[in-house]
């Protein structure tokens, strides 16, 4: 039962997760702008989407030291650092920089946007499911 429910829900809460972590990257370039040097980062959301649900998150998660056999282990990341691509500026800066703020305000209301409607749609999955439980 439960793995049919995640099956349900797997691609929308990946995509999701991705949503967040793409904002996280647009944050830290809107509010690295001014750093000298900052090279803006992404990540093709497709790519890494279609990747994370056809691997999963298995092989990706955290090995953590533990001193006790009570603690978590890691959380699953869907991307790591190494893997963010560096943004090919449109206009180069003086000081290096490679952030342009007009395309990094796009990127991030639009991405906003999109975890706004993803958040619509697996409410949506989740009353489906429900009405067929109750019913």
Known sequence: MIDKLDAALRFNSEALNLRARRQEVLAANIANADTPNYKA???DFASTLG???EEGRSAQSL???????????GAASAMSDEELLYRVPTQSSIDGNTVDMNVERVNFADNALRY????TVIGAKIK?????VQQ
């Open 116 to 119: 706004e409607s993803n958040l």
């Open 128 to 132: 489906t499911l429900l009405s067929a």
């Open 51 to 53: 990747r994370v649900v």
């Open 41 to 43: 980062r992404d990540f």
């Open 63 to 73: 090995d953590m030291a533990t001193t006790s056999s009570r603690h978590l282990g």
